[in-house]
T-cell receptor, first 116, second 110 residues
């Protein structure tokens, strides 16, 4: 299977600071990257979709200025949570896809963010 | 907006019992995927069903896609404690995006 590297796996930060999460597809080129958020005991909630070299498309209710997504290359995408607050504490999962058209999604191991 | 209703949301049973998880929608999906997720980890794909009426087996797990490709089920036979986890279904829509079910938290007691 495809290898996806997401880090950090766990981060604790103070309220008001920014946190960057990296997601790398190690053995394939990810034309599209999905970023999800998952609260305890709930399913995955799509936050945004990004294609390499273009601006991300955010889902309704997700603040684009707060959750900055950069998809600068076909193997790397980052999600920056700016001015984090306790309500941003969640489990964030990246999902790079490969191939044109057909959605073959792979998933990172996730990042547990705890904002104090 | 396409929705995928997954049930039950929580299930706790004894080792050796059988169980079925359902995912239902009023919309047609190109395919439907089943995932299992452990705490603190990303979801891991178990199976993808594509054809209406398709049945796939993975050891004690049986996955079925409805004839109309609007619903799917996961049946576990003789559940074991190792089956404990969060099971998620996700349907692929016409835009190749995944529509996620709410998840089923499964606990198998020894």
């Amino acid at each position: 299977g495809a290898v996806v590297s997401q880090h950090p796996s766990w981060v604790i930060c103070k309220s008001g600071t920014s946190v960057k999460i990296e997601c790398r597809s190690l053995d394939f080129q990810a034309t599209t990257m999905f970023w999800y958020r998952q609260f305890p005991k709930q399913s995955l909630m799509l936050m945004a979709t990004s294609n390499e070299g273009s601006k991300a498309t955010y889902e309704q209710g997700v603040e684009k200025d707060k959750f900055l997504i950069n998809h600068a290359s076909l193997t790397l995408s980052t999600l920056t949570v700016t001015s984090a607050h306790p309500e941003d504490s969640s489990f964030y999962i990246c999902s790079p896809t490969r191939g044109e058209g057909k959605n073959i999604q792979y998933f990172g191991a996730g990042t547990r963010l705890s904002v104090l | 907006t396409q929705l995928l209703e997954q049930s039950p949301q929580f299930l706790s049973i004894q080792e050796g019992e059988n169980l079925t998880v359902y995912c239902n929608s009023s919309s047609v999906f190109s395919s439907l995927q089943w995932y299992r997720q452990e705490p603190g980890e990303g979801p891991v794909l178990l199976v993808t069903v594509v054809t209406g009426g398709e049945v796939k087996k993975l050891k004690r797990l049986t996955f079925q896609f409805g004839d109309a490709r609007k619903d799917s089920s996961l049946h576990i036979t003789a559940a074991q404690p190792g089956d404990t986890g969060l099971y998620l279904c996700a349907g692929e829509d016409s835009n190749y995006q995944l529509i996620w079910g709410a998840g089923t938290k499964l606990i198998i007691k020894p």
